[in-house]
């Protein structure tokens, strides 16, 4: 038996709690993974597309901001240069959960996660080389029969990575892969590959990953969830939990010790949970009330279950977290406020499922709505957070094509979408 104890972890200002209840089983237990499939060497059951098109971006009105529906405007400085299809397991196809783009000296390459739609279960990792960026070619497919894989992390130092998702057998699970000198992984082509598998007991599935110091930070849930701080430098050593419903995702300034770590906590009282990584202060931490997470879905049931991310760029103090049916905001995690905030016009249909950012824009990945553009305002501080009006939105006349998250890293915006749209991969032509 085991006594948690009130530990660490960094929160601004304060520790994470974990919990002083005695247990009778460790919060994590390990074991290994066999039941896996990997391919390489063109025997892939994902293939990629190259288009090299000009992407149908629908303006919104400048002085209204309605979105126009029947005109499409020609935005040339967005092109679609590729699309990975997803792969597909025992006959169904997977859609795309999360990307993550890394790189390593000359090497440049994407992780994409994949997870089965639906009550079942079934995952894949996909390795794309994007060292030629217009000509993206799949380096190893790993197949999961009876896990969701939802999310990644790639260690700052290479020859690692952690793989997130839900185990139809033990829950939630954080997989670690090796990878070699130029970010691949090592696992050879129809090799029997067994790995090791992390479970945290009693919570459903991991749905965020972030190195954080000495620590994994793992967002999971949703009922019995919160986050979990695992020290992988000590054998993935439990650390401290914060526990909380309906734990999201989470987001980091860096991976330092010294940053800052957010944690996202859905629901109809949403809050972002902010923490100082690796220092021992004892005072309080910092949570922002965000307002109602839920999403449009078809059973209220399921309306707080939606996927939810946030995003924060390295070394800054603004904390950008998608709202489902609400769209976004961004926290100033220093002035504890909401600096942004999405314009009531900016959905349709959708919801907002992920959000990154680069210098120009906010991008949005609004699940049925598509891929949504917006211009990045200056933030002011004033009574009510600035309103942020759409700018493009871009979907496609297909079915099961919602988008899932969204990234960028440099010139190019990766779109992960439900299963036959793939992943899309955008390159910006900058003015």
Excluded at 25 to 30: A, I, M
Excluded at 257 to 267: Q, R, V, Y
Excluded at 350 to 364: A, K
Excluded at 387 to 398: G, Q, R
Aim: hydrophobic share 40%; glycine share 10%; with cysteine.
């Amino acid at each position: 038996m085991k006594n948690l104890i009130y530990f660490l972890l960094l929160i601004l200002g304060g520790v994470l709690i974990a919990s002083c209840e005695k247990q009778e089983e460790p919060l994590v237990s390990f074991g290994e993974l066999s039941d896996i499939v990997v391919n390489g060497e063109g025997q892939f059951s994902s293939s990629v597309n190259y288009q090299g098109v000009e992407v149908p971006f629908t303006q919104y009105y400048d002085d209204t901001q309605v979105q126009l529906k029947s005109v499409k405007v020609s935005i040339e400085n967005f092109m679609l240069e590729s699309t990975v299809n997803s792969p597909v397991i025992n006959g169904e196809m997977l859609s795309a959960s999360y990307v993550k783009v890394f790189k390593v000296n000359s090497e440049v390459r994407a992780y994409i996660t994949y997870n089965l739609s639906g009550a079942g279960h079934g995952g894949a990792l996909v390795v794309l080389d994007l060292t030629d960026s217009e000509n993206p070619t799949i380096i190893k497919e790993i197949l999961f029969s009876d896990i969701d894989i939802n999310v990644c992390e790639v260690y700052h130092a290479g020859k690692l990575m952690w793989l997130g998702g839900s185990s139809f057998k033990k829950g939630a699970v954080i997989i670690p892969v090796e990878l070699d000198n130029k970010g691949n992984v090592t696992a050879d082509s129809g090799s029997a590959l067994t790995l090791d598998i992390i479970t945290i007991k009693n919570v459903a599935s991991v749905n965020g990953i972030k190195e954080a110091g000495d620590w994994l930070m793992i967002t999971a849930g949703n009922s019995g969830g919160g986050t979990f701080a695992l020290n992988f430098k000590k054998g993935y050593r439990d650390d401290g939990t914060d526990y909380f419903a309906n734990a999201k995702f989470s987001a980091t300034n860096g991976y330092t010790m010294g940053k800052f770590h957010a944690s996202l906590e859905g629901g109809e009282a949403a809050k972002l949970h902010v923490y100082r990584i690796g220092l021992n202060d004892t005072e309080n931490e910092t949570v922002v009330p965000l307002g109602s997470l839920y999403h449009n879905v078809d059973n209220d049931a399921d309306k707080y279950s939606g996927k939810a991310t946030c995003f924060m760029e390295n070394d800054s103090r603004y904390c950008y977290v998608s709202m489902g049916a609400n769209g976004f905001v961004a926290v100033d995690i220093f002035e504890k406020v909401i600096v942004l905030q999405s314009s009531p016009k900016l959905l349709n249909h959708g919801n907002t499922n992920g959000i990154s950012v680069d210098d120009e824009y906010i991008y949005l990945a609004n699940g049925a709505d598509g891929l949504v553009v917006c211009k990045k305002p200056t933030i002011t501080y004033g009574e009510d957070p600035v309103i942020v009006e759409p700018l493009y939105v871009w979907d496609e006349d297909i079915e099961d094509a919602s988008a899932n998250y969204v990234t960028v890293q440099d010139e190019y915006i990766f779109v992960a979408k439900g299963t036959q749209g793939g992943l899309k991969i955008i390159k910006r032509l900058f003015d």
